[in-house]
C-alpha cells in the first residue's frame, strides 16, 4: 500500500511538473509574439514606409529668398593698421585676422574714419545674411556671415547671388528630415537637419527640415520622430509592438526584456522547490 501511494505520489508530481512547464512554454510564447511582430515590421521597413526625406537636389536656387540683412559691430583700433605701399599707392593693412581675408583701406579711406590723431577708433561691421526656401516638400531657414568686416553698411547684390549658390551647393547632396540631432545615419544614407557653411570668406548655418505629410504605416518604424507625425487613431497591441524596437524613440525594449529575464529566473527557482 505503501509503494502505491509512493508511485500516486510520484506520478502526481510529475504531472504538475510536466503542468508547469507547458504553463511556462506558454507564457514564453505569448511573450515572444510582441518580439516577433516587432522583428516583422522592421523587415518590412523598406515596402511600407515612406520616402519623406527632403532631397536637396530638389531645391530650386532661384526661390531662396534674402529676408534679412544685419551688421554684428567690431571696434577697430587706428594703433593696428600698418601703412604700405603698392603699386605706387598708400594702403592701410588692419593686422587683425579674418580668416585668409584682410581687411584693407586705402589712403582716402584711412584718413575717411581716422581724420586726426585723436580718433583711436572707429566701427567696421559684419555682414549677417539671412536666407528662406519654402516648397511643398520641405524648407530651409540659412544664416552666414562674411568673414572680412566692412566699413560700412551695405551689401553687395554679388555676395547675395553667391550666398544662394553657396547654400545649394552645400544641400544638393543632402537628405533633410526633422532630426533632433545635427546628424544621423540611418539606412546605409546619412539624414541630415542642420548643414554648416565654412569657407575661405563665409561662416555659417543652414537648417532644413522635411514637410512631406507621413503615410499609414509611418508611425510604426524606429525614425518617425525625425519627421512630421500626424495625430491618428492606431492599433494599440501593434503601437505597442512597435515600441519594443530599442531604436525607437521612447523604447520600452529594455523595461519588457528585463521583465523576460525576472520570468525566466522565477520559472528556475520555482523548478528547484517543486523537485
Given at each position: ?6 508511485i500516486i505520489?510520484?506520478?502526481l ?7 508547469v512547464?507547458?504553463?511556462y ?9 510582441p ?23 530638389d ?17 577697430i583700433?587706428?594703433?593696428?593698421f ?62 552666414t ?38 546628424e ?56 505597442f ?8 524613440r521612447?523604447s ?24
Amino acid at each position: 500500500m505503501v509503494k502505491y501511494y509512493i508511485i500516486i505520489g510520484s506520478r502526481l508530481k510529475c504531472e504538475r511538473r510536466n503542468f508547469v512547464i507547458k504553463y511556462y512554454i506558454v507564457i514564453g510564447i505569448i511573450y515572444m509574439i510582441p518580439y516577433m511582430i516587432m522583428i516583422g515590421i522592421s523587415c518590412l521597413k523598406d515596402k511600407l514606409e515612406t520616402d519623406r526625406n527632403f532631397y536637396g537636389k530638389d531645391i530650386d536656387p532661384k526661390e531662396i529668398k534674402l529676408i534679412n540683412v544685419s551688421y554684428e559691430k567690431l571696434k577697430i583700433e587706428r594703433k593696428k593698421f600698418e601703412k604700405c605701399t603698392e603699386m605706387g599707392q598708400i594702403k592701410y593693412i588692419y593686422t587683425q585676422n579674418f580668416g585668409d581675408e584682410q581687411l584693407i583701406l586705402s589712403e582716402e579711406e584711412y584718413n575717411k574714419y581716422f581724420p586726426d590723431m585723436f580718433v583711436d577708433t572707429a566701427i567696421a561691421y559684419f555682414i549677417i545674411y539671412k536666407f528662406a526656401y519654402d516648397s511643398p516638400k520641405g524648407m530651409l531657414e540659412a544664416e552666414t556671415k562674411l568673414i572680412k568686416p566692412t566699413m560700412e553698411k551695405k551689401y553687395e547684390e554679388d555676395d547675395v547671388k553667391e550666398v544662394k549658390g553657396l547654400i545649394y551647393e552645400s544641400c544638393k547632396n543632402k537628405l533633410f528630415a526633422d532630426l533632433y540631432r545635427s546628424e544621423s545615419y540611418y539606412n546605409g544614407r546619412t539624414i541630415t537637419h542642420r548643414v554648416y557653411i565654412n569657407t575661405k570668406k563665409r561662416e555659417g548655418t543652414i537648417t532644413g527640415k522635411s514637410k512631406i505629410k507621413p503615410g499609414r504605416y509611418d508611425w510604426m518604424f524606429s525614425d518617425s520622430s525625425w519627421y512630421p507625425e500626424e495625430a491618428k487613431k492606431r492599433n494599440r497591441f501593434l503601437s505597442f509592438c512597435t515600441y519594443l524596437n530599442p531604436n525607437k524613440r521612447n523604447s520600452i525594449f529594455l523595461p519588457y526584456f528585463t521583465i523576460g529575464i525576472l520570468g525566466i529566473i522565477i520559472n528556475w527557482m520555482f523548478n528547484l522547490i517543486i523537485k
